[in-house]
């Protein structure tokens, strides 16, 4: 009677009395993941042994405390877990870092941007007043003079309410407004990123969802794999979590939809509509999202279409 | 009898029954700056004229509503008001902003550089593990390669527990990473440009409390003359507005300091010294901003000097 068995650092032919009858150690952690190889050259020689039996595997590790193999056996498992972790790294996890740092993004420009249009109102209030696009306000003051400023908007010099700062001044604004447009710009860039990663992780639910719901979706479910097991009223609802829980408390209304609110074709849809098509929108989302998961044939362009012939464009 | 009155379109002398007799327009909002000028040619050819009596300026004005001086009445009075609006705008507006800015710098760079630590931590975790200092951190992340950064932690490439990413993955990371390195070092610029305002400014305060509590002290007063109106009692305990008023609702202790508490002399005291050698700062702090708010001779230097004589340094 004999048995086989294999471990992180080798495969072992053990007796009757499970010792060590004969073994082929592993030179690197990649023939661990190969361990069938090793383990049918064993099983040439001892064609009959088993697998051992469940109870005595705790027994069996003992052996592998021996000097012999122990250090080397603690070495492969951390390099093994190492792998693993490595491994464990996917689209999955760099779609969410992007979206939790377009959100970042958000916040943060948000603030330093109207710290600039504080600080540039002391020198040109006008234009604070006449400019409501943040990215555009930082950039122009990044990029043009005072003077250039003033002809754009068809101003004198005269009827600026705004002090003429030193040079040394305005440099300090200017170079916040640099940075500030930079933060835009990166914005963008990230943007375009999660688009070409979200079109080869998940091109069906993109087509059906656009970048941002798809993306916020994305976050509250943390994976695709999550995202592909929610029931499409799940969907319907994610991003209404408040309301959701505010209505089974107090029997307060139940919501009818979530981050799919911003969607077009609920934005556009008249206030009785709109639940009834969310409805529809999350469980198209549903379909679409598993074909990703489970790689099929595209299918979301025909999904859009289905819910644009029905609810119109 | 006849009068002389001057407004902001010209000078006038008015005759007994407030009309006017003759005049002298002005041509530019500055002339009115300079109004005793043409006081004094009116005053040469009647040169007993007294000033209007104040009962009877609303009348006089209602002279002013003749089409013949409305219009230029309206608009010189806009020009002077922008003209004073604009030379309102002074260093303590430039230090104010600059102090608010450097705050939301440290605000959004924390936020930023936390995502960037949790992304890159996908690649290379053991970085975010050995490194605790944020600004380094991105300067790395945004300078050096993989390779060169295993080198220098004396790593090698299988100890690595992070995923190898594509370089386009990677691309994204880098690009946030030098933002945000590009934040710390306009943080930096601004506090430079801070010292310099300060110098010029309040360079008493600056030399007693140092650029970050001098900063934080005339954040909280909003400008040197309310800084130099304060007492010194109520300077020892700016920034412990929510102590002294727990204090003064609940009789719980009350505060010994406030931003004082990270000045170095009150650092590195004894706990039971640490309210006295509060309240002495802030007396003496009070000395070098009223100097500095009377523009006298300086005095920094010695009031420092006393103090660390009197408390070690």
Known sequence: MSYIYSNIIGSFILGDDFRIVTKQLFKTVKN????????????????????????????????????????????NNILLTKQLVRNSVNTDNLILQTISNIDDLDKTTNILVKRLRSWYSLTFPELEKNLNNHEKFAELVATKS???????????????????????????????????????????????????????????????????????????????????????????????????????KTGAKSPKYGVLFTHPLVQKARPKQKGMIARTLASKISIAVRVDFFRGKPIGKKLREELESRFGR
Do not use: W
């Not at 447009?181 to 656009?210: F, V």
């Open 32 to 75: 661990y993941q190969d361990r069938e190889k090793a383990e049918k050259t064993l099983l040439k020689k001892y064609p009959k042994s088993k697998t051992v039996p469940k109870e005595k595997i705790a027994a069996i590790l003992e052996l592998f405390k021996d000097s012999e193999y122990y250090s080397k056996f603690y070495q």
């Open 146 to 248: 005072r003077k250039e400023l003033l002809k754009e908007l068809k101003l004198k010099d005269e009827d600026i309410m705004g002090a003429e700062l030193e040079k040394v001044d305005l440099e300090e604004i200017k170079l916040l407004a640099t940075n500030v447009h930079q933060l835009y710009i990166l914005r963008d860039k990230h943007e375009e990123y999660l688009k070409t990663l979200m079109e080869e992780h998940c091109p069906n639910l993109l087509e059906i969802a656009g970048v941002t719901i798809g993306a916020k979706l994305f976050e509250h479910a943390k994976s695709l794999r999550r995202l592909a097991l929610l029931p499409s009223s799940t969907i319907q609802l994610l991003g209404a979590e408040k309301a959701l829980f505010r209505h089974i």
